[in-house]
């Protein structure tokens, strides 16, 4: 099961916890504001009431050993500059940091955030399924609950044949086409790579490293193959 910590219980980092919940992860809630911490302390696995801004307090947490932390701090800037820094510092995993504009989203970057998002409340669903689905690189809404979606293979999905995976049986989900890097010779005659598409992927192609797979279906069912459950 995936573990997150979202720092700062405002309108997104409730939604982001919330969502990330409502997806199976464990989710633990970091604030400074009791009231806050009390509010949702039924709705996450943990919640604590504690100032991500002092070194100390975070390192005996617990909050960090986690998959990823998510800084949602997004309009108190200094506090979420110095909460990103000091994580870092502390060797978290995967810190995604919220920013209020691209010279603020710059800042949390080169403090230790690995991913800024400059974000309102309507975007936080979206977060949330990045974070539990790391691996799906585009997706277009097709009607309400199905989607057109590029996503790499899971590890344990390369070198299989789509025949042995069944993915059509086992998670109700259509691959419609598959990219591939290609090695080729420029004309300059240098090496390089090019995609090209298997539009009509078959039971014997087998998946490798690099490739790229165009999956229609349900979200809940694309989901469900990108974790593998």
Avoid: W
Avoid at 121 to 132: G, N, Y
Avoid at 135 to 162: A, C, F, N, Y
Avoid at 180 to 208: A, C, M, Y
């Amino acid at each position: 099961m995936k573990q997150f910590a979202v720092i700062g219980l405002g309108t997104f980092g409730r939604r982001v916890a919330r969502t990330l919940m409502s997806k199976g992860a464990e989710v633990i809630g970091v604030d400074s504001d009791p009231n806050l911490v009390e509010d949702l302390k039924d709705e996450v696995t943990q919640t604590l009431c504690l100032d991500a801004t002092n070194e100390e307090a975070l390192s005996n947490s617990g909050a960090l050993d986690v998959d990823a932390i998510v800084v949602a701090m997004g309009e108190r800037m200094e506090a979420a500059i110095l909460s990103t820094a000091i994580l870092h510092r502390l060797g978290a995993g995967h810190i995604v940091a919220r920013a209020a504009s691209d010279l603020y989203a710059q800042i949390l970057h080169d403090v230790g955030a690995d991913r800024t998002v400059l974000i309102e409340e309507q975007m936080a669903d979206q977060v949330a399924k990045s974070l539990i689905a790391p691996d799906v690189l585009e997706q277009i809404t097709l009607s309400s609950g199905h989607s057109l979606v590029e996503m790499k293979p899971r590890r344990d999905m390369i070198g299989r044949k789509l025949g042995e995976l069944d993915i059509r049986r086992n998670y109700n989900v259509n691959i419609v086409a598959i990219k591939k890097r290609v090695p080729v010779i420029t004309d300059g005659g240098e090496s390089s790579f090019e995609t090209r598409t298997n539009d009509i992927p078959g039971p014997e192609d087998r998946l490798e490293e690099g490739d790229v797979l165009v999956v229609v279906g349900k979200d809940a069912d694309i989901e469900s193959l990108s974790m593998g459950r």
